[in-house]
């Protein structure tokens, strides 16, 4: 029976390039119709995953399930629920960006008239039906990766994974991208977008996993993620008329307070782990003390933050 | 394990692998003009010189015709491998379509091609040597079907090494094309050969290629391999080579950039 419990469920998937391990026994659950980003540094083993569930390349050792199917057992079930834009676009440099989609919905079924008007629909959103009499090698960089993106919106596949998607795209570009991924999870796909750019992932993700060195780091959603940095939210108080250090050990004491750095006669800079916690705490015991606030500003890590944190600690450890 | 294969995915892929390899009418063009000077400058030439064989026009003829075959084939077998070089094979891999059914596919590239750009050389031979009929057209292209599919069943077995190196891959691929043009009876029959190259030539299968190939066509019986040896050599590396192809692809061909 197929476990239709997650999109995709890797059990101790394993790629190796000879002495090269560019995937260590990785098990990763991806829920259906969510978007998961994967983070990670170059080499951090996010291609080689797209690769091995898109059945491109044969896992060394474990397997994997894409929608029920396993992609060792059933690759040819997979690839007919499974599509992956690429990277780098290459290849077919004399045909048109038209023949080129019109190849890609025929192979997924579409045929005769509703494919002329599916890839005359896709082009248009992706900008490039004024290039689709176009070699694909007299493509800009820029039209290619949207070309090769576009190729998943031709027949939605169930499990859409992108390989930077973005990267090569200018800034207008990018946004209408991201949109339209959005869009694919919203018509029911599950999305799985690799990506070195933590603004897209800010964008996108339903939920990051970050990849370092072959293996999965940490999945959560981006608050959560946040979260994970102790003392990652940093908020700033000013007292009127100052804060005394009676009210530090006060501050102190509450649960999730990481330091406190005193600014100026009034004003502390408190790091605490999850502000939205801290704060009414915080809020309370100055009410109870009878002092009196004059601003309170609290910010949150970025994810860039985050993303340096969990790398630095967890790899270094 | 399934038996019958994906029809419509196997033809969407041809037509559009057709499209790409005759995009360049030029180089089709091409082809049909080095053919003829071949034959009519360097097959002329030769065919002087060469008193031995009974006329050797023909004969030259019909071995250049198993060559540009054999040149063609190698070109889809390098055509395979070039698409895992530039990125082409990797999105192959991921479309709905078994391994087996696009390594069937790649055959009929092959043989489609073959046929496209050897039937006009092939008329002007028999045109020449007046043996034209559409029974020996039909003939001659289904001799060079038969070894055109072995040919690139080996080039596209070889491919896997081409995925540990690229260099390597090229370095073996044109060794054994130098070796098999010339340890063969493309160009001399066996019987000019002395004992070693004879030995040699009796283990290549364009050997057998090319005499069968004359064999149908009705050319001196004499200077010829047996005709029931050579038909089931040819049948033999063709279907040898499908197995070997389709096992190879099935187990080894990834989605990697060959280095």
């Not at chain 1, 192979?107 to 629909?121: C, D, F, L, P, T």
């Not at chain 2, 080039?155 to 690229?166: N, P």
């Amino acid at each position: 029976m197929f476990d239709l419990e997650y999109a995709v469920k890797t059990i101790k998937l394993t790629k190796r390039y000879g002495s090269l391990l560019a995937l260590d026994s990785l098990d990763l659950k991806v829920d259906q119709n969510m978007i998961l980003v994967l983070l990670g540094p170059n080499g951090s083993g996010k291609s080689t995953f797209l690769h091995l569930i898109s059945t491109v390349l044969k896992p060394s050792n474990g397997t994997a399930k894409v929608m029920g199917y396993d992609i060792v057992e059933q690759p040819l079930k997979v690839r007919q629920v499974t599509s992956i834009a690429f990277q780098d676009p290459r290849g077919f440099w004399r045909h048109k960006p038209k023949h080129i989609l019109s190849f890609h919905a025929s192979m997924y079924g579409i045929n005769g008239a509703e494919r002329s008007a599916i890839v005359e629909r896709v082009m248009k959103d992706f900008d490039l039906w004024e290039s689709r009499d176009k070699k694909f090698m007299d493509l800009s960089g820029g039209q290619a990766k949207r070309l090769e993106v576009a190729k998943l919106f031709v027949h939605k596949p169930q499990l859409a994974l992108l390989d930077e998607p973005t990267a090569m795209v200018d800034l207008d570009g990018k946004r209408i991208m991201w949109d339209k991924i959005r869009e694919l999870k919203e018509s029911g796909c599950t999305v799985i977008v690799a990506t070195n750019e933590v603004r897209e992932a800010e964008y996108l993700a339903d939920r990051i996993s970050i990849f370092a060195k072959g293996k999965e780091i940490i999945t959560e959603s981006l608050v959560d993620l946040k979260d994970t940095i102790k003392g990652g939210d940093v908020v700033e108080m000013e007292f009127i008329p100052e804060a005394s250090d009676s009210v530090i050990h006060a501050l102190a004491s509450i649960p999730g307070t990481v330091s406190i750095n005193r600014i100026s006669r009034s004003k502390l800079k408190i790091s605490v782990s999850r502000s939205e916690d801290w704060l009414p705490l915080a809020t309370n015991y100055v009410h109870n003390m009878g002092l009196k606030l004059l601003s309170i500003r609290v910010s949150e890590p970025s994810l860039d933050d985050v993303f340096m944190n969990i790398i630095r600690t967890r790899i270094n450890n | 394990m399934r038996t019958v294969f994906n029809s419509h995915q196997i033809v969407t892929l041809l037509k559009f692998d057709l499209r790409e390899s005759f995009n360049s009418v030029l180089w089709v063009g091409y082809s049909w003009i080095y053919f003829l000077f071949q034959l009519f400058i360097y097959g002329s030439l030769i065919s002087r010189l060469v008193v031995t064989v009974q006329h050797y026009f023909f004969y030259y003829g019909t071995g250049l015709i198993i060559l540009s075959s054999f040149n063609i084939a190698s070109w889809a077998g390098r055509r395979f491998v070039e698409g895992a070089h530039e990125g082409r094979l990797r999105y192959i891999l991921s479309l709905p379509i078994g391994r087996s059914e696009f390594f069937v596919e790649q055959i009929c590239v092959g043989v489609t091609v073959n046929i496209v750009r050897m039937l006009p050389p092939i008329m002007i031979v028999l045109l020449l040597s007046g043996l034209f009929s559409w029974i020996n057209v039909i003939s001659t292209l289904l001799v060079l079907t038969l070894v055109a599919i072995g040919i690139m069943g080996l080039m596209i077995s070889l491919s896997v090494i081409a995925f540990k190196s690229f260099d390597i891959y090229s370095a073996i691929v044109a060794s054994l094309s130098a070796l098999l043009i010339r340890f063969s009876t493309i160009s001399y029959p066996i019987s000019a050969m002395n004992s070693l190259y004879a030995h040699i030539s009796l283990t290549n299968p364009l050997s057998y290629g090319a005499d069968l190939l004359r064999h149908v066509l009705g050319i001196d019986t004499s200077l010829l391999l047996a005709p029931y040896l050579s038909i089931s050599m040819v049948v033999a590396l063709c279907v040898g080579t499908l197995f070997l192809g389709i096992f190879f692809i099935s187990k080894f061909v990834e989605g990697v950039k060959s280095s």
